[in-house]
T-cell receptor
Framework: AQKITQTQPGMFVQEKEAVTLDCTYDTSDPSYGLFWYKQPSSGEMIFLIYQGSYDQQNATEGRYSLNFQKARKSANLVISASQLGDSAMYFCAMRLNTGTASKLTFGTGTRLQVTL | GAGVSQSPSNKVTEKGKDVELRCDPISGHTALYWYRQSLGQGLEFLIYFQGNSAPDKSGLPSDRFSAERTGGSVSTLTIQRTQQEDSAVYLC?????????????????FGEGSWLTVV
């Protein structure tokens, strides 16, 4: 069974600063994908970034980058140059790529508040 | 449409009534997921459909919950004899078949959710 752990229920960051949101995972499967989603107060789940377990390089998407440390089973999200609009809940999730069916397992989320 | 479409966006129902929630995935996506999120909580997996394979129903909380997917596209989540604890937002997501997608494109997209309130 897979498990995702986000140990930071809430984080504050000043505008224009960088922030790291922690995520660790646990699985014995060798093939999996890691996702980060943003959920603003309006409720929609917005896909941010994806990292495959066999990807050699850390994923980047604009101001988002994923610090993937496979041996430590961590997939931290780094947001550079924070903006007020980044204030939201952030969820880390994992999906196995083996087996006949595979659900996306979510962490409990981190609420990020960007301040002036 | 271009994204995952869910309806209704909001539903208020009386305790004991049945409700149906609809999800129209992104065209061409063969994998479809249902999740539930109670107020201030994380996402709880309900059910997963992948092509013609048997669905993974391991997350359905009780036999009052069921889901079907017709023609490999549209899915309906049905909740019978609704209870107040069923109040939540029900999120649907879809993706391409896992084994046909390179890792960089293996993305799962969510709809805007159906907000269910049982009074």
């Amino acid at each position: 069974a897979q498990k995702i752990t986000q140990t930071q229920p809430g984080m504050f960051v000043q505008e224009k600063e960088a922030v790291t949101l922690d995520c660790t995972y646990d699985t014995s499967d060798p093939s999996y994908g890691l996702f980060w989603y943003k959920q603003p107060s309006s409720g929609e789940m917005i896909f941010l970034i994806y990292q495959g377990s066999y990807d050699q390089q850390n994923a980047t998407e604009g101001r988002y980058s994923l610090n993937f440390q496979k041996a430590r089973k961590s997939a931290n999200l780094v947001i550079s140059a924070s903006q007020l609009g980044d204030s939201a809940m952030y969820f880390c999730a994992m999906r196995l790529n083996t087996g006949t069916a595979s659900k996306l397992t979510f962490g409990t989320g981190t609420r990020l508040q960007v301040t002036l | 449409g271009a994204g995952v479409s869910q309806s209704p966006s909001n539903k208020v129902t009386e305790k004991g009534k049945d409700v149906e929630l609809r999800c129209d995935p992104i065209s061409g996506h063969t994998a479809l997921y249902w999740y539930r999120q109670s107020l201030g909580q994380g996402l709880e997996f309900l059910i997963y459909f992948q092509g013609n394979s048997a669905p993974d129903k391991s997350g359905l909380p009780s036999d009052r919950f069921s889901a079907e997917r017709t023609g490999g596209s549209v899915s309906t989540l049905t909740i019978q004899r609704t209870q107040q604890e069923d109040s939540a937002v029900y999120l649907c997501a879809s993706s391409l078949a896992r084994d046909r997608v390179p890792s960089s494109g293996n993305t799962i997209y969510f709809g805007e959710g159906s907000w269910l309130t049982v009074v």
